[in-house]
């Protein structure tokens, strides 16, 4: 079975630009989440979704961080603009169900703001 | 890879012995635990869970301990192998429904180092 892919695993930018990630879940996986995860920290839930449609954002900063699940399958994470205290590993993960046991996480994305 | 964990607690163990990893978790009531393993340039990978009904629980080589009236959950792992070296996280599920189902609220970490 496929895990969760992510693209791209790094990348790089100025402060006030835009970036933008993307996540494609494991086959069948309805629940689809994106976590912040700081250098030194644990991972911080940004959103959830349940198919196509968001069940909890209530730690996305919805300034400047946007996401979407169009077809209840692939999903992005937008920043726009984006500051330096932005810089983190992007995780992706998926479950079958909302079952905090069963979550798969993806390898990441590392953004770095310059 | 990504260095993850500059600033977080670290314990180091020689191949073969036993290590305790701890967590004090934050919310009481929370009443789902899991231990997930981050290695470097990876996402967490779930290794044990134990609900708040339960003072231990066993898996290959892991046991899990809870102690809700301190909040506290350690990580047992034996015969710890170089193959365990990475980060790890414990995970606090508050099982409030609605919105908070597969919610997890990580916390810290810590390194684990493994010498042959």
């Known amino acids: 079975e496929a895990g969760v892919a992510q693209s791209p695993r790094y990348k790089i930018i100025e402060k006030r630009q835009s970036v933008a990630f993307w996540c494609n879940p494991i086959s069948g996986h309805a629940t689809l989440y994106w976590y912040q995860q700081i250098l030194g920290q644990g991972p911080k839930l940004l959103i959830q979704?349940?198919?196509?449609?968001?069940?909890?954002d209530s730690q996305l900063p919805k300034d400047r961080f946007s996401a979407e699940r169009l077809k209840g399958v692939d999903s992005t994470l937008k920043i726009q603009p984006a500051k330096l205290e932005d810089s983190a590993v992007y995780l992706c993960?998926?479950?079958?169900?909302?079952?905090?046991?069963?979550?798969?996480f993806g390898p990441g994305t590392r953004l770095t703001v310059t | 890879g990504e260095s993850v964990g500059l600033h977080l607690p670290t314990l180091s163990v020689q191949e073969g012995d036993n290590s305790i990893i701890n967590c004090a978790y934050s919310n009481s009531a929370s009443d789902y635990f899991i231990w997930y393993k981050q290695e470097s340039g990876k996402g967490p990978q779930f290794i044990i869970d134990i609900r708040s009904n339960m003072d231990k629980r066993q898996g290959q080589r892991v046991t899990v301990l809870l102690n809700k009236t301190v909040k506290h959950l350690s990580l047992q792992i034996a015969a710890t192998q170089p193959g365990d070296s990475a980060v790890y996280f414990c995970?606090?599920?508050?099982?409030?429904?609605?919105?908070?189902?597969?919610?997890?609220?990580f916390g810290q970490g810590t390194i684990l180092t493994v010498h042959p």
């Open positions: 979704f349940q198919n196509n449609g968001v069940v909890d």
């Open positions: 995970a606090e599920n508050l099982n409030a429904g609605g919105t908070s189902y597969g919610k997890l609220t």
């Open positions: 993960a998926s479950s079958l169900k909302r079952v905090a046991s069963e979550q798969y």
